[in-house]
């Protein structure tokens, strides 16, 4: 199932916005024989640039896994799996590495960060490790679209789980990459704080022009998003557009004890 439409609510210039990320008949399997897992069973998906991705499903369902192959933090059994114009299946460590270094950010649940590092120097670690200067102006933009500005001294002790995750989501925005990928990214968090940083990602796609994918199990998260798409049995069964809170719960609670819907 090929899921590439344009969506309703960030339409890119000319109403035709290129694909970010894209799988192609991807099979992801575990063990062999009696003891194989089929994870991903074939799937066909694209991630548009420029809009907010939600994955969701069942535990079991195969969204992280779909979210880590498409990231290249996990091989697959078979299928293609495309950054953009590049195919990242078949790239050796070394080149696979350097390229989620300079093209992919990553949110997760934990927030990452080092104890010993003040805010800024956590945000900007990852480009001091690979050598790069982070542009100045572009950073002074992600600092205060996520509402760091008089925080940036403090280390991680200093600040509540909502404002470390802030410097998480300042992290993986800092370098520009072309597409950043969350997992859970408010799990850990309350309900006020986890909204702040969903509309701090919200913000990065419509004043930034980034590209969001985000794994959640939350309804509430997920009507952040442009798009929900909806896995069950390591496929994509369903998609959903702009949707409110309520309708991804009416969605969800399809699944519920059921595996794949009807």
């Known amino acids: 199932m090929t899921t590439a439409v344009t969506n309703s609510r960030h339409d ?3 109403g035709h916005a290129a694909v970010a990320a894209r799988a192609r008949q991807v099979v992801k399997a575990y063990g062999a024989g009696e003891t194989r ?9 694209d991630i ?8 969701m499903g069942p535990s079991g369902s195969g969204k992280s896994t779909l979210m880590h192959c498409l990231a ?7 299928g293609e799996i495309r950054l953009a114009d590049t195919e990242i299946t078949g790239l050796k460590d070394k080149k696979l590495t350097r390229l989620r270094r300079d093209r992919v950010g990553f949110i997760f649940q934990s927030y990452n960060l080092l104890p010993t590092l003040n ?9 001091d490790i690979a050598g790069r200067k982070p542009a100045r102006e572009w950073l002074e933009r992600v600092v205060e679209t996520v509402g760091l500005a008089g925080r940036l001294k403090h280390r991680p002790t200093e600040l509540s789980g909502g404002q470390q995750q802030r410097v998480a989501v300042a992290r993986a925005l800092a370098a520009r990459p072309e597409i950043i990928f969350g997992d859970e990214p408010t799990g850990n968090l309350d309900s006020r704080a986890g909204a702040e940083i969903l509309g701090f990602l919200r913000a990065s796609v419509d004043d930034l022009g980034q590209t969001m994918v985000m794994v959640t199990h939350d309804p509430v998260a997920a009507s952040y998003a442009d798009r929900v798409l909806y896995l069950a049995d390591g496929s994509v069964v369903d998609e959903m557009r702009s949707p409110s809170a309520d309708q991804v719960f009416d969605r969800m609670k399809d699944f519920d004890g059921r595996g794949r819907t009807s």
């Open 12 to 14: 890119l210039a000319g």
């Open 37 to 45: 897992v089929v994870a991903l069973d074939g799937v066909d998906v």
């Open 48 to 55: 548009m640039a420029g809009q907010f991705t939600a994955i």
């Open 72 to 78: 290249g933090l996990d091989t697959v059994t078979s």
């Open 119 to 127: 805010a800024i120097e956590n945000i900007t670690l990852p480009m």
